[in-house]
Each structure stands twice: as structure tokens, then as C-alpha cells.
T-cell receptor, first 110, second 114 residues
Framework: GENVEQHPSTLSVQEGDSAVIKCTYSDSASNYFPWYKQELGKRPQLIIDIRSNVGEKKDQRIAVTLNKTAKHFSLHITETQPEDSAVYFCALKGDSTLTFGKGTMLLVSP | DVKVTQSSRYLVKRTGEKVFLECVQDMDHENMFWYRQDPGLGLRLIYFSYDVKMKEKGDIPEGYSVSREKKERFSLILESASTNQTSMYLC?????????????FGPGTRLTVT
């Protein structure tokens, strides 16, 4: 299936800092890019998504940017809080299903 | 509110046993998915189903089979469990296929094969 590379695998920040997670892909036909958050011991949940006809989407403290030419998309979290600590997965649409990145563990220290 | 439930949170089985993992969703979703989650490997798709009695292989179907006899229920079967199938198994459902509809995940079943 489609391949997606996610970096970094772990990210530690201080409360109030910004965090950025980046994913790169190879199939130029991909047109849907969601991000899921999985808190410790809980199920993954969709937090934001973007489609290929837009370059950026914001929802309060989180934003996603997409560069289709360079084939990468990023999750930006501003003013991080301890409750942002979780594993974040990027994903993209393949033929009919999602392909997920390997995840980034974000730790926000008070 | 979408609810996806899985039959067990924790399961311990012996090598060679036949194992059934069940998933039920209550939102009349057409599509259901089985993933396994391993540290450092993310979520990998095992099988999915877009309709009753229909199934499609995902990226890692070897050693697994599935059954969907009713719309709300999707079962994952390990015909002969092996230690390398020790993992967290996540079920998900969505109204449509990828790109148009959010996937809703169950709480997961942590399977240990000894």
C-alpha cells in the first residue's frame, strides 16, 4: 500500500511551547490527510483533517498544513498543555482505506 | 454518539489455539476495519469489510481471517495463534470508505499468545 513516513518518533516539549510533527508520502494521488490522537490507554480519535484542495486548516490550537508539491503535511500544536501528551498518527487515503504513519509520542512537561 | 465495542480488553491464549476477536458498532456503519498496533509500527490494516459478507485484505492479512455475517458485527479470527501475533488489536468503523468519513475506533483488545 501507500507509504507514509512520520517524524519525529518522540517529541518532548515544555508546556506553552509549540510542537510540529511532519509526514511525507510518495503517492501524488493522495487527497485526504487526517490526524488521529491516541491518549495513553485510550482509542485513537480524529482531531483534524485536510483535503488536497486547501493548504492549511486550523482548529483552535491545532493546525495542519499541506504541501502537495513537496508531498508532506504537518501537524502544528501551539501553546501546548499537559493534556496534549499522547501519540499522534498521521494518515492518508490510499485506494479505499487509510494508511497510517508509525506515530509520534508527544510529551508535554509542566 | 458512535460506539464501537470489542469483546475483550485483555486476552491470553496459547500457541495453536483458535482465537476469535469480536467487534460491534451501533451506528449502522457500512465499513469496518481490523488493525493491529505495535510499538514503533503504528496502525497496520489486517482486513476490512465494506458490506455484509464482503471482505478485503489489508496490508498484513497473513495468519488472519474475518467474518461479517451481520452489518454491526465484524470478527477477526486467528486460526492457529502464534507468539508473533501478540499485539493490540483495534477495530474501527466508518460510514463510508477513506476520504469521506471519519473512522471510529474501539477500545482495543490486548492479545498475548504464550
Amino acid at each position: 500500500g501507500e507509504n507514509v513516513e512520520q517524524h519525529p518518533s518522540t517529541l518532548s516539549v515544555q508546556e506553552g511551547d509549540s510542537a510540529v510533527i511532519k509526514c511525507t508520502y510518495s503517492d501524488s494521488a493522495s487527497n485526504y490527510f487526517p490526524w488521529y490522537k491516541q491518549e495513553l490507554g485510550k482509542r485513537p480519535q480524529l482531531i483534524i483533517d485536510i483535503r488536497s484542495n486547501v493548504g492549511e486548516k486550523k482548529d483552535q490550537r491545532i493546525a495542519v498544513t499541506l504541501n502537495k508539491t513537496a508531498k508532506h503535511f504537518s501537524l502544528h500544536i501551539t501553546e501546548t498543555q499537559p493534556e496534549d501528551s499522547a501519540v499522534y498518527f498521521c494518515a492518508l487515503k490510499g485506494d479505499s482505506t487509510l494508511t497510517f504513519g508509525k506515530g509520534t509520542m508527544l510529551l508535554v512537561s509542566p | 454518539d458512535v460506539k464501537v465495542t470489542q469483546s475483550s480488553r485483555y486476552l491470553v491464549k496459547r500457541t495453536g489455539e483458535k482465537v476469535f476477536l469480536e467487534c460491534v458498532q451501533d451506528m449502522d456503519h457500512e465499513n469496518m476495519f481490523w488493525y493491529r498496533q505495535d510499538p514503533g509500527l503504528g496502525l497496520r490494516l489486517i482486513y476490512f469489510s465494506y458490506d455484509v459478507k464482503m471482505k478485503e485484505k489489508g496490508d498484513i492479512p497473513e495468519g488472519y481471517s474475518v467474518s461479517r455475517e451481520k452489518k454491526e458485527r465484524f470478527s477477526l479470527i486467528l486460526e492457529s495463534a502464534s507468539t508473533n501475533q501478540t499485539s493490540m488489536y483495534l477495530c474501527a468503523s466508518s460510514l463510508g470508505l477513506a476520504g469521506d468519513y471519519e473512522q471510529y475506533f474501539g477500545p482495543g483488545t490486548r492479545l498475548t499468545v504464550t
